[in-house]
Each structure stands twice: as C-alpha cells, then as structure tokens.
C-alpha cells in the first residue's frame, strides 16, 4: 500500500528498485508527458519517494534519494506548481 512504508526503508526501497529503473524504465521516463508537459526523470522520481513515504522532510529525501538539495527543490517547487503534489 502506497504511504505505509516506514520513511528508514525508502533508501532501501530505491535500492532495490534501481536496477528495473536502469533497465526497463528509464528510457520511458525521459519521455513522460502528462497534460501536454514532459516531466524530467528527478520529477518522476520524486513523485514515487512521495507516493511511498509521505510526509517527508526534503532534506531525508535529498540524502535518501542522493538527489542534491537545490534539484530536489527546484522540482518540488515544479511539481507543486503543477498541482501535483502537495508543499
């Protein structure tokens, strides 16, 4: 179930996700389009750690994810403009 996951698994979660990620899905996530809008794959990524582990502070995230701080920003900023996640 999406949100239930305790927020120390996310790190681990991703881990185990990359490999697919690399593999399967990375070539269709540089070419999400949603409403007429291309969404970069640091946009996507951040919507699952948010779909899994919610709430999260940015900074866990930044460090669970190895996103840096001002790339996670500037896409939560995005995405909440867009109405697709909530600050």
Known sequence: MLGSM????LSEAVGAFMPSLVAHLNPLLHQTT?????????EVIVVLGLALVRPMRPAKMSRDLAIE???????IRRLGGLGLIEG
């Open 6 to 9: 305790p927020a120390d698994s």
């Open 34 to 42: 949603h409403c007429g809008r291309s969404y970069s794959q640091l």
């Open 69 to 75: 701080k001002g790339s996670l920003t500037a896409a």
